[in-house]
């Protein structure tokens, strides 16, 4: 089964506008970590946003909140007020295990275009 | 924030040698390491999980003789491609964890060619 699971290939956007781009995940550990990664066209994955499985609140960073749904498993990112820099690929990964015993995953990932 | 280095960022070589690229974390100790590959267009698949001072964890499917992984130090982990081949060629991105649990830094990538 598919740890994390991102069902939109491709996203356009208008500018100004927020985008959704959506992430569930599988998991029986109790605690866990799920973050956001940007990946430009130069290669370079750059941290976006990170919710773990504890927190009460949903995780925001600037433009960047998570909506983290712990029920439904689903750990979404919405991008507010979207630029044209932020087109990129954007993973979704999830962080299981302690210590010795962990481990980082990703989904395919979602790329998406903003659209001047 | 803390900065993950590798080398060599790109190799071309010739199909049969064998590629090292090194992972070093700069400004702090990472007892927990990762090796992923990524095909163009396509996710960060996990190799391996590097931990200083024992054994590299695989993946199911990766050839641990294939792609040996060394993490002798807190600061440094290497990934050897042995007699490599075209099927290898590929972006091979390290990552080391630090001390908080949201704090996972990568690297730079490696983007390896087999000719």
Known sequence: ?116 | GAVVSQHPSWVICKSGTSVKIECRSLDFQATTMFWYRQFPKQSLMLMATSNEGSKATYEQGVEKDKFLINHASLTLSTLTVTSAHPEDSSFYICSALGLAVDEQFFGPGTRLTVL
């Open chain 1, 1 to 116: 089964a598919q740890k994390i699971t991102q069902t939109q290939p491709g996203m356009f956007v208008q500018e100004k506008e927020a985008v959704t781009l959506d992430c569930t995940y599988d998991t029986s550990d109790p605690s866990y970590g799920l973050f956001w990664y940007k990946q430009p066209s130069s290669g370079e994955m750059i941290f976006l946003i990170y919710q773990g499985s504890y927190d009460q609140q949903n995780a925001t960073e600037g433009r960047y909140s998570l909506n983290f749904q712990k029920a439904r498993k689903s750990a979404n990112l919405v991008i507010s007020a979207s630029q044209l820099g932020d087109s990129a690929m954007y993973f979704c990964a999830m962080r299981e295990g302690i210590g010795s015993y962990q481990k980082v995953t990703f989904g395919i990932g979602t790329k998406l275009q903003v659209i001047p």
